[in-house]
């Protein structure tokens, strides 16, 4: 279990750099440009209730998946949190990928799809849906959407729901390094 009462959101306007302080000196920076999230001012705030109850269901939702790093697992709870309280609006940019074979029959927060960019598949998580559009985090690594595109680990991007594709056996036996179990 997580400490996540003693949790603080920070933000120095200086750097530019949302945190999240996990503990005393122990800081969890924001993978997002400031360009990617809402304007912010110095801030050192402590997790809500709400904050708390968020991180702890995506986690929960990743990790009952059994085929994600426990330090993923982590890193994409803290990040979906950054995003989700703290991101723009986005544009949706489902031309990117391709039309799913297999789309997933329900969509949650936390469930793990596979997109396919025709130049790569990978893994994503849903951080949110609101019928009409999904977001997703990459889990993977580097995901080359483009000749002149690629998202990064735990970048989020809004697609509609026909381009997801729903995880498969080949999936789950996977042997991606960035998110098998140890």
Not at 59 to 75: F, M, N, R
Not at 107 to 114: A, R, Y
Not at 143 to 160: A, E, G, H, N, Y
Request: charged fraction near 20%.
């Amino acid at each position: 279990m997580h400490e996540i009462a003693q949790w603080h959101w920070v933000y120095d306007p200086d750097q530019q750099q949302l945190q999240i302080e996990l503990e005393q000196g122990m800081f969890h920076p924001a993978p997002y440009k400031s360009s990617r999230l809402v304007p912010l001012h110095a801030m050192r705030a402590a997790f809500s209730t709400d904050d708390a109850e968020q991180f702890q269901s995506f986690y929960d939702a990743i990790e009952s998946s059994g085929i994600v790093a426990a330090q993923t697992i982590l890193e994409a709870s803290l990040n979906y949190l950054i995003f989700s309280r703290y991101g723009r609006p986005q544009m949706p940019q489902s031309w990117y990928f391709q039309t799913a074979e297999h789309a997933p029959s329900s969509l949650e927060v936390g469930q793990l799809v596979s997109l396919n960019s025709g130049m790569a598949e990978s893994i994503c998580a849903i951080t949110s849906t609101d019928g009409e559009f999904v977001e997703c985090m990459v889990l993977g690594g580097d995901f080359p959407l483009s000749d002149i595109k690629t998202l990064r680990q735990f970048d989020v991007i809004k697609v509609m729901p026909n381009r997801l594709q729903a995880l498969h056996e080949s999936h789950e036996n996977s042997t991606d390094s960035h998110l098998k179990q140890a």
